[in-house]
């Protein structure tokens, strides 16, 4: 997969990108409907800086978006023939979905849940990164709790300066966050 064309997005910034997210270091990058905050999901200190810098409580859980459902194994259990084409019928796009935890689903992501949130995103550049990263990434919206979410890479670099690194492009057209539904239930939990 191709990173959409930037001029900042070149060789070097990638490399750099890779070494950032390895290190544990948090990244804001567009999505369907504003910029997300991001690291790797496997790295517990990462994910615990990402918390306190957003103001967000480590029992709420976080979403995770990945390029393709294969990079979610693991962090979900086994589905169904009838929930993966559930998933399958909404993905990649703007739904994301609590299904039951595999077992890399540690408790920093999952906060005091026995599921989490999941999505195969249809944002170009971020299933690029995701991609590009050979990870799923944690994904909540770039803003401190109660604040609006970010919506450019200029109000991303202003508010966060050198502690996330920003990732330049645009946001997706979808006025709203992405629906949040419950696999076992259907139930929509954010519409």
């Known amino acids: 997969m191709r990173i959409p064309a930037h001029p900042a997005l070149n060789a070097a910034f990638l490399q750099r990108l890779r070494c950032h997210f390895r290190r544990g270091g948090l990244i804001a990058y567009p999505t369907e409907s504003c910029f997300g905050l991001g690291c790797d999901p496997r790295n517990a200190r990462a994910v615990r800086c990402l918390l306190r810098l957003k103001g967000r409580p480590q029992n709420k859980g976080l979403i995770l978006i990945a390029d393709k459902a294969q990079r979610l194994k693991g962090y979900i259990a086994p589905l169904d023939a009838a929930q993966q084409q559930r998933v399958g019928e909404t993905w990649p796009g703007p739904h994301t979905w609590l299904a039951p935890v595999g077992k890399k689903a540690a408790r920093w992501l999952r906060g005091q849940h026995n599921?989490?949130?999941?999505?195969?995103?249809?944002?170009?550049?971020?299933?690029?990164?995701?991609?590009?990263?050979?990870?799923?990434?944690?994904?909540?919206?770039?803003?401190?709790?109660?604040?609006?979410?970010l919506k450019t890479y200029t109000a991303c670099r202003k508010a966060f300066g050198d502690r996330v690194l920003a990732v330049p492009g645009k946001i997706g057209n979808r006025k709203k966050p992405s629906i949040i539904r419950d696999l076992a239930s259907g139930r929509i939990i954010r519409g």
């Open 115 to 149: 599921s989490i949130a999941v999505r195969v995103t249809a944002h170009p550049l971020a299933a690029a990164l995701s991609h590009c990263l050979g990870s799923a990434l944690v994904s909540t919206s770039a803003n401190r709790a109660g604040l609006k979410p």
